[in-house]
């Protein structure tokens, strides 16, 4: 069974960058699925950060992100990453990775003001 493992979260200051890996074991990643990534703050609902198509070559972003996250995967290594850039204190949530049905355990963003 695939099982998703998220890491690289942590506490950054306002206008700082992360990186989030989201790696997949259990069986090989499957090249022919969508991935995407999902976050959600205390108290709110889980929404929607990005998406990414099976070859990279097609991606998708929530408003709020635009211009400031990117998604992007390696499908040798499993991987699928969000760099994340100027990042602001409503950037602050546990952030998940997801395929289908399956989510990862989630790991914390912090940004301080």
């Known amino acids: 069974q695939v099982q998703l493992v998220e890491s690289g979260g942590g506490l950054v200051q306002a206008g700082g960058s992360l990186r989030l890996s989201c790696a997949a074991s259990?069986?090989?990643?499957?090249?022919?699925?969508?991935v995407g990534w999902f976050r959600q703050a205390p108290g709110k609902e889980r929404e929607f950060v990005a998406s990414i198509s099976w070859n990279g070559g097609r991606t998708n972003y929530a408003d709020s992100v635009k211009g400031r996250f990117t998604i992007s995967r390696d499908n040798a290594k499993n991987t699928v990453y969000l760099q994340m850039t100027s990042l602001k204190p409503e950037d602050t949530a546990v952030y998940y990775c997801?395929?289908?049905?399956?989510w990862g355990q989630g790991t914390q963003v912090t940004v301080s003001s």
């Open positions: 997801n395929i289908g049905l399956l």
């Open positions: 259990g069986r090989t990643f499957s090249a022919y699925s969508w």
